[in-house]
Nanobody, 124 residues
Framework: QVQLVESGGGLVQAGDSQRLSCAAS????????VGWFRQAPGKEREFVSA????????YYASSVKGRFTISRDHAKNTVYLQMNSLKPDDTGVYYCAAKRAVVPGSGPYEYDYWGQGTQVTVSS
């Protein structure tokens, strides 16, 4: 069982940076792949980024590649999403999700555990 808690959201201006954190409980979190998803009002939840259990491989949606960086700190049981050059289109509720697997996926249905989400609002 894994519990996830996101933090770091808020209101920022276009062009600003923001870092989200996903803190996990559970001693085996290092065995889990972790993904970040976001959901804007009236839209489906979409994949943003993911990282393998080791942290050695990362994946990004084309819309955020080059601007966002995912990383994980095993000692702190935390996964981060560094977001730079934010745009109004990045606005939404950001969720982290985890699954006990080597290969992350980009589909929300692939993940077993979810956090409660953190709101990110980017003003123009």
């Amino acid at each position: 069982q894994v519990q996830l808690v996101e933090s770091g959201g808020g209101l920022v201006q276009a062009g600003d940076s923001q870092r989200l954190s996903c803190a996990a409980s559970g001693r085996t979190f290092s065995s889990y792949a972790v993904g970040w998803f976001r959901q804007a009002p009236g839209k489906e939840r979409e994949f943003v980024s993911a990282v393998t259990p080791s942290g050695g491989s990362t994946y990004y949606a084309s819309s955020v590649k080059g601007r966002f960086t995912i990383s994980r700190d095993h000692a702190k049981n935390t996964v981060y999403l560094q977001m730079n050059s934010l745009k109004p289109d990045d606005t939404g509720v950001y969720y982290c999700a985890a699954k006990r697997a080597v290969v992350p996926g980009s589909g929300p249905y692939e993940y077993d555990y979810w956090g409660q989400g953190t709101q990110v609002t980017v003003s123009s």
